[in-house]
């Protein structure tokens, strides 16, 4: 069982479409991160939250962090084919802790 | 700028190779890790440096060494290779432990 679980897993959705991808856990993460990996590359920082009930937007993506820091969503609006994609979540428990990862929800925005 | 140079990028060994994945970065970052990448299990923390001279075990350190050159390079080393080390591996870095990570492109690794 990972510490961070992510769903769903994978989500296939036509161009136009709203998506929101889930980050959970039972345990308090002092802050969290969202990564957008494409094949053949590494993961790309999309952004970092760190205050419970904080919502962040990067154009048509908005990322908030549950307000008990257990958690976090990304939604993401009218999604284009652009926006395909491995999605991952990644969090630390304490200031000085390394990021842990949870299993990646693969997006498929279809034209 | 290159960010993070991860060489090779493919590479096949026979079981009980040894080889050496090289990685380097031009950003002044303090500290580098080392990732793997499996279907379903996400990236593990293989080792991390948390600054020049200092390395530490992650989640799963086994069968796997690390050196932290200076500050822009961070090898990792496969001993004996074993198939079970099938995988991508992934270098990255960031200036301090509570920042944003930058990662490369990876290494994929295939042992037969």
């Known amino acids: 069982t990972q510490l961070l679980e992510q769903s769903p897993q994978f989500l296939s959705i036509q161009e136009g479409e709203n998506l929101t991808v889930y980050c959970n856990s039972s345990?308090?993460?002092?802050?969290l991160q969202w990564y957008r990996q494409e094949p053949g590359e590494g993961p790309v920082l999309l952004v970092t939250?760190?205050?419970?009930?904080e919502v962040k937007k990067l154009k048509r993506l908005t990322f908030q962090f549950g307000d008990a820091r257990k958690d976090s969503s990304l939604h993401i609006t009218a999604a284009q084919p652009g926006d395909t994609g491995l999605y991952l979540c990644?969090?630390?428990?304490?200031?000085?802790?390394?990021?842990?990862f949870g299993g990646g929800t693969r997006v498929l925005v279809k034209p | 700028n290159a960010g993070v140079t991860q060489t090779p990028k493919f590479q096949v060994l026979k079981t009980g190779q040894s080889m050496t994945l090289q990685c380097a970065q031009d950003?002044?970052?303090?500290?580098m890790y080392w990732y793997r990448q499996d279907p379903g299990m996400g990236l593990r923390l293989i080792y991390y440096s948390a600054s020049e001279g200092t390395t530490d075990k992650g989640e799963v350190p086994n069968g796997y060494n690390v050196s932290r050159l200076n500050k822009r390079e961070f090898s990792l080393r496969l001993e004996s290779a074993a198939p079970s080390q099938t995988s991508v591996y992934f270098c990255a870095s960031n200036i301090g432990t509570d920042y944003g990570y930058t990662f490369g492109s990876g290494t994929r690794l295939t042992v037969v």
């Open positions: 345990s308090v993460f002092s802050s």
């Open positions: 990644a969090g630390t428990k304490a200031a000085g802790n390394k990021l842990t």
């Open positions: 950003m002044n970052h303090n500290s």
């Open positions: 939250v760190v205050t419970g009930g």
